[in-house]
């Protein structure tokens, strides 16, 4: 069209973006040498808060990675989680396209839509698979705790359309996860706020004190890194004595089921094996005892009272909890891996791997020049031997 010959295009539908692509592509901007970039492509290497000054572009980034992902393309899927990643790092907000050339990892099909949005205010390609069906009942299937992405197609490709056609559905079967997921569902899809998160650390904490004294309890997951809102609460459980820690985690199960607010538990056994490590499986789940729970919080137990819409006042809530109990002597692993973000995990194996020769997971940091296993207490330990600086929880949300 004339206006992309004047080099100014304008993406009305999505079948033009490839044109709109190639046009961008062309242009004298983008040949023109681009300074050297201050901002890394490695997250690990980047400080982001929650605040994030670019939400208008990581919240479009992030449904086309999500629609790449439930289409199981993983590649896209990644390139726009790395791209909405950077915009999140920057202090000031993208203006103009002019500034995204001295960005890292921000491909020719980020730009279009970051244009789109300079330009209209939203992404035609984003609001169009955010109205398809699809995506949609994708979306809403695998909100369902136990309903991953394979399970949603299969449901989807049966000709289901709603909860109560999955549920109305003779030919199938429920795992018990996803039973209590449909159970609880109108709780464990609000999110947990902070009062929360710190009611059931006080929960959590006078569970593991009455079984042992100097037991270990931390906070971890996205409330460590400062979010005032979260999906689920995640703790690390452990204990000095070496090979205690699983049998902590049991008895801490047990307790919460006395007290009869064990609404759900999946358990999962230890199969950590020092003698299979570094593990060269790449964002391999750890091997550590776990258990994913659904808890009864009480409005009393919480400061302020619980979150509930005034016609739903049942005086309690169902929670998301995850528990992990690694030996004391692997802890630093397991706090740097579980306090995520994700993206902030994926980069600092991936920076371990390429920059460092170096094999990272929740278990361990290896060396392969030196052939030897680094030994580490603390997260900062970890980031010393990598050559990085530490970068606090809070700046961790990336
Ligand atoms: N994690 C990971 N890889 C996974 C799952 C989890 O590295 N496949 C890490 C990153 C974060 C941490 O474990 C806890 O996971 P979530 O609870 O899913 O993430 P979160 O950051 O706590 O997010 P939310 O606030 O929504 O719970
Ligand atoms: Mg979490």
């Not at 396209?97 to 244009?115: A, Q, W």
């Not at 004595?241 to 538990?265: A, F, N």
Request: hydrophobic share 35%.
């Amino acid at each position: 069209t004339d206006s992309m010959r004047e080099g100014k295009p304008v993406a009305v539908e999505t079948r033009h973006l490839i044109q709109v692509c190639d046009t961008l592509a062309a242009s004298p901007e983008a040949t023109t040498p681009t300074p050297v970039s201050t901002v890394s492509q490695y997250a690990c290497q980047r400080r982001t808060t929650t605040k994030n000054n670019n939400k208008i572009f990581t919240d479009a980034f992030e449904v086309l990675a999500e629609s790449h992902e439930l289409n199981d393309m993983e590649g896209p899927c990644l390139a726009f989680r790395r791209a909405a990643s950077v915009l999140k790092s920057l202090p000031w907000t993208v203006q103009n396209l002019r500034v995204t050339e001295d960005l890292p990892c921000l491909g020719e099909h980020s730009m279009c839509v970051i244009e789109e949005i300079l330009q209209h205010g939203h992404s035609f390609e984003v609001e169009k698979i955010l109205s398809d069906e699809r995506y949609q009942i994708l979306k809403l299937f695998t909100s369902v705790f136990g309903v991953g992405p394979k399970t949603a197609e299969k449901w989807y490709r049966r000709g289901l359309r709603s909860f109560s056609d999955v549920l109305a559905e003779p030919g199938i079967r429920l795992n018990r996860m996803q039973q209590s997921g449909f159970l609880h569902y109108g709780d464990i899809s609000r999110a947990v706020s902070k009062a929360e998160a710190q009611a059931l650390g006080n929960i959590i904490d006078e569970a593991v004190r009455a079984i042992t004294p100097d037991a270990i309890l931390t906070l971890t997951g996205g409330f460590r890194r400062g979010k005032d809102f979260g999906h689920d609460v995640d703790f690390i459980v452990t204990t000095p004595q070496l090979g205690k820690e699983e049998r902590l985690l049991t008895s801490v199960i047990d307790r919460l089921k006395q007290q009869g607010i064990l609404l759900y538990c999946e358990y999962q056994a230890s199969t950590f094996d020092e003698s299979k490590l570094p593990s060269h499986r790449f964002e391999a789940m750890d091997h550590f005892a776990k258990c994913f729970l659904i808890l009864r919080l009480e409005d009393s137990q919480v400061e302020g009272g619980l979150q509930t819409a005034e016609e739903d006042r049942r005086g309690w809530r169902a929670v998301r909890v995850d528990l992990v109990s690694p030996p004391v002597d692997r802890y630093a692993f397991t706090l740097l891996g579980w306090s995520g973000s994700r993206q902030f995990e994926r980069d600092l194996r991936r920076f371990a791997r390429m920059e460092r020769r170096m094999l990272l997971d929740n278990h361990a940091l290896y060396d392969k020049t030196k052939k030897e296993f680094l030994a580490a207490t603390t997260e900062k330990d970890i980031f010393a031997h990598l050559g990085l600086e530490y970068i606090e929880p809070w700046q961790r949300n990336a």
